[in-house]
């Protein structure tokens, strides 16, 4: 992203929050050489509170790239907030409905323009009770699948401080200590051209949300849970996907 491109709505997004996040966190960042700095990328990340979107963004912009995010679309039907969303380059999603195919085409064009897009494959708040990631929906494979763009993890630790979604909870306090860690992109080569079956989703989904857990087990310092099972066919990162269901 050259800054320097922004629009004008850009930059009031990045006046009135940056500032805001400067004070309220202290900010541990990490690996933001793995985000390229121009180009696709699909950023998949971790889901611990409300606050993800805002830390997550501030990360993204300070590696020198603009984040674009799916947002509920009844947001975008606020006067003037969904206005300045859409102009600030945000893509409403209909979660549910049939509409919902078309975020995946947003994504899709927004990737072909050479954007960076951000994804919490969880599709909410980790509901496990000390906040590791849950099995992923198999959004961000479909796109990977579809487009061929380079897959960064990302794993985040503090935003649960903030708002902790446990207890429905801000804490207005400042400088508080927010952990974000980028990985290198996970190698999807060996499913490159396979057809986009709900095995080959899951495996990659499977994949990508272990790279996340295994991050964040690094920030926390943790013992991150077992390996999940999808009716049994899920894989170790190192194993053969299997043939299209």
Known sequence: MGQRRLGFWQWFAVVLVKPLMTVWTRRTWR???????????????????HADPLVSAHFIYDAGRWPQFLGK?????????????????????ERGSVDAAKSLDALVKALD??????IYPEGTTSREPDLWPMKGKTGAARLALATGAPVV???MWGPEQLFDPRRA??????RIPVT??????????????????????????DVIMLRVRDILAEIRGG???????????ARAEGDRPGTPA
Do not use: Y
């Open 113 to 118: 323009a050479g954007d960076a897009v951000i």
């Open 73 to 93: 679309a009844s947001v975008f039907k606020v006067p003037v907030v969904g206005w300045i969303l859409r102009r600030c380059r945000q893509i409403p999603v």
């Open 223 to 233: 013992t991150p849970p077992p390996l999940w099972q999808r009716a049994g066919r």
């Open 31 to 49: 690996g933001m050489e793995h985000l390229p700095q121009d180009g696709p990328v699909i950023i998949v990340a971790n889901h611990i509170s």
């Open 153 to 155: 993890p990302v794993a």
């Open 180 to 205: 974000v860690v980028a990985g290198p992109p996970i190698d999807l080569s060996r499913w490159a051209g396979a057809t986009p079956s709900r095995q080959v989703l899951e495996e990659i989904t």
């Open 169 to 174: 909870r801000l804490n207005p306090r400042p």
